[in-house]
């Protein structure tokens, strides 16, 4: 059933600075597409199916656009090192587990479970080097109705030996065949997903390149993270002026195809330049951010320049599923950077997180992550009646509150264009 009616306080971004939020209001789905929001619903509408949610708290689904499945067993480790440590230490040794198909079943059931019953309705999700495991994500992820961009990561220098590709040429072979293996899918699609510039030679770039124009695909991968990272492209990379330029030669940082570029906290103005030119979107992950030491991203005056910007949990630098969670440290991030760092950047609001986590990085998927007329129906019903509170709030006060404050508990029920993935009731 993709033709009903939903009831409650609908709350969804226009623009930046425009949250629209209508309560008692009424949210159409129309063959998966929102039709409009209604303060009073159109008499042709009254013979739709209707879900009554009254008093609750209805939001477009969140889209997370940096996540590592495979590292979602060891999230909460590790948290004292930096990037480069980081990825030694903990990374590599469990993806390289991801070779046992019965362990990537075990693991990726638990993922796609807890973030079936998160408020994210679409996701841009790394995976591992192994085709067998990748493929069997992106199928569970499909068979959740989750929407999602899926990528087998390609990696062949700098790295453990048993988590490398063979070769360039190899690595091709392989990675074109999981494009094809992959077409089966209905809610997931493939991402050309290169590690990032230390972790891929000349020649898997180049190969990467080909595949992309070939079966025009976007892009994820990784930017100006962490100062050591930046060091180590320079020398990798003489021939460049700055870390986007290694993927920019290949054409892998927009050139007419998406691309998704995680992190950006140290970017020049040159760089910033090409992303903002080549409209490449940037995946903020304050919470990794934080717990590698990396930085603050300047997210202030990418916004101010237009830059597509949505939010990444980046697990498992960041230790939770969350979206919430993930906008909370935005804000608190930004705070920080203001006063310590550069009070020309004025700190993020609610406003401005929340359209990052619905209409912002939703539009890497295309029309979606608000309740516009023509977008996408993906939508998340929150109860928030176990959050006591000593006199009633109106409904931008419960909104700005469940941004801190929102439980997996509280969600209950999703959609993701036009179809109920589940409903069930909170338990106080």
């Known amino acids: ?254 050139n007419g195809f998406p691309a998704i570029m995680a992190h950006c906290i140290h970017s020049n103005e040159d760089e910033i330049n090409l992303i903002k030119e080549q409209n490449v979107f940037v995946a903020h992950c304050p919470e990794s951010n934080t717990n590698l030491s990396s930085g603050i991203a300047p997210i202030r005056a990418y916004l101010n320049l237009g830059i597509n910007t949505g939010l990444g949990t980046d697990i498992a630098a960041g230790s939770s599923l969350s979206v919430f969670k993930a906008m909370a440290m935005a804000i608190q991030c930004s705070k920080l950077r203001w006063r310590l760092q550069d009070q020309s950047l004025a700190p993020l609001g609610i406003k401005e997180v929340f359209y990052m986590a619905t209409k912002g990085g939703g539009k890497f998927f295309g029309k979606t992550g608000s309740f516009e007329k023509g977008y996408e129906f993906d939508a998340v019903i929150i109860d928030d009646s176990t959050i006591k509170h000593p006199y009633k709030l109106n409904t931008m006060e419960r909104l700005e509150r469940l941004v801190y404050l929102a439980e997996d508990k509280n969600i209950v029920a999703k959609f993701v264009n036009g179809k109920k993935l589940f409903e069930r009731t909170v338990s106080n």
């Open 1 to 254: 059933m993709r033709k009903f009616v939903i009831k409650g306080n609908i709350c969804y971004s226009k623009s930046i600075n425009e949250l629209c939020i209508t309560q008692d209001g009424y949210v159409v789905c129309e063959d998966g597409i929102c039709t409009g929001v209604y303060k009073k619903l159109p008499e042709h509408y009254e013979i739709l199916p209707f879900y009554d949610y009254t008093d609750k708290i209805i939001i477009p689904g969140f889209t997370d656009l940096h996540i590592h499945a495979p590292q979602y067993p060891f999230r909460g480790f590790g948290m004292d090192l930096e990037l480069i440590g980081w990825l030694n230490a903990h990374t590599f040794p469990e993806e390289a587990k991801y070779s046992d198909i019965e362990y990537a079943q075990n693991a990726y059931s638990i993922f796609t479970t807890d973030l079936l019953n998160s408020a994210t309705t679409r996701a841009c999700v790394f995976g591992t080097i192994h085709i067998p495991a990748t493929i069997l994500l992106m199928e569970k992820l499909d068979n959740a109705g989750i929407k999602a961009y899926v990528g087998k990561v390609n990696m062949d220098r700098n790295s453990p030996e048993y988590l490398c590709e063979k070769n360039a040429e190899q690595a091709f072979k392989d990675t074109e065949q999981w494009i094809k293996d992959s077409a089966r899918f209905e809610n997931v699609k493939p991402i050309l997903t290169p590690r990032f510039i230390p972790a891929c030679s000349d020649s898997l770039m180049e190969k990467l390149s080909v595949l992309q124009k070939k079966y025009q695909l976007p892009v994820q991968s990784h930017l100006s993270e962490n100062t050591e990272e930046i060091q180590w492209v320079k020398e990798l990379c003489p021939g460049t002026a700055f870390y986007g330029e290694a993927y920019n030669k290949y054409g892998l940082f927009g």
